[in-house]
């Protein structure tokens, strides 16, 4: 089992390197004992970076996935076999572009929840330079969009501190309704939660993603377009400043 470094703490998610050693070599991926590559999952897509070989030689990741095993795709001939040390790197930009667009997505599904009678967030995809977000049942207008982007931004403004919290189902349930926080997908026996905490207790939700300590490191958020996806669900495609002409 592959220890997450970055689920820690907000703080953990801010590392940037990391040592650690291989357990199962493959041609053309590397199962590591501790990491702080993010791998596909949860809506949010994976870190890229290096592996640093005590010999020097530098293997590019491209990939990172968690069907099973935390695998970190690299390109064959790496002639690795466990045990051995290597330091790994993640590609900074890339990873704290996800950290803000993944608590903005928090952001943005507490505030529809909250603004339109129970909009509950059913999927979300958190990518580099453009996210989105499923919204059922909504049926956007252009009203209620800019309201959505100025609460949004009015929290950003605000300045709110962020925190990755260990909380039982019962204590965010007391806080939160099943719908809004999605705990109600969530199997029964996982009792102990890692819990996003945005400001005090403005959402709360179940989450391993990466995020940002406030806020204010969002940026303006803006709301790109909306999609009708059928059985009242509209997507919400947004960005961030800074970010949407990568
Ligand atoms: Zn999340």
Redesign the pocket.
């Known amino acids: 089992m592959t220890r997450l470094l970055y689920m820690d703490s907000i703080d953990a998610c801010y590392a940037r390197s990391f040592e650690a050693t291989v357990q199962e070599a493959r041609p053309d991926w590397l199962l590591l004992d501790q990491t702080l590559f993010y791998p596909l999952g ?3 897509n994976w870190d890229t970076g290096t592996l640093e070989t005590e010999d020097g030689a530098v293997l590019a990741v491209s990939e990172v996935t968690k069907r099973g095993p935390v695998k970190h795709v690299v390109g064959a001939d790496h002639g690795l076999e466990a045990g051995a040390r290597l330091r790994g790197t993640i590609d900074w930009d890339r990873r704290h572009a996800h950290m803000r667009m ?1 608590t903005a ?2 952001l943005v599904s507490g505030i529809a929840y909250e603004l339109f009678g129970g909009a509950r967030t059913v999927g ?1 995809q ?1 990518h580099h330079d453009r996210s989105r977000i499923d919204l059922n049942p909504v049926r956007f207008t252009p009203e209620m969009l800019s309201d959505l982007a100025a609460a949004a931004n009015a929290e950003v403004r605000a300045a709110r501190p962020v925190e990755a919290v260990t909380m039982t189902r019962g204590e965010v349930n007391a806080l939160m309704p099943e719908d809004r926080t999605n705990m109600d997908l969530l199997p029964k026996s996982v009792q102990e939660l890692r819990v ?1 905490r945005i400001g005090d207790d403005l959402d709360l ?5 990466t ?1 940002v300590r406030n806020t204010r490191e969002i940026g303006e958020i803006e709301i790109l377009r909306t999609k009708g996806k059928g059985k009242g669900t509209q997507r919400v495609e947004y960005t961030l400043d800074g970010l949407g002409d990568a």
Not at 205 to 209: L, Y
């Open positions: 949860g809506g949010q993944h997505q928090h979300n958190i996003i939700c179940p989450c391993a993603g995020h």
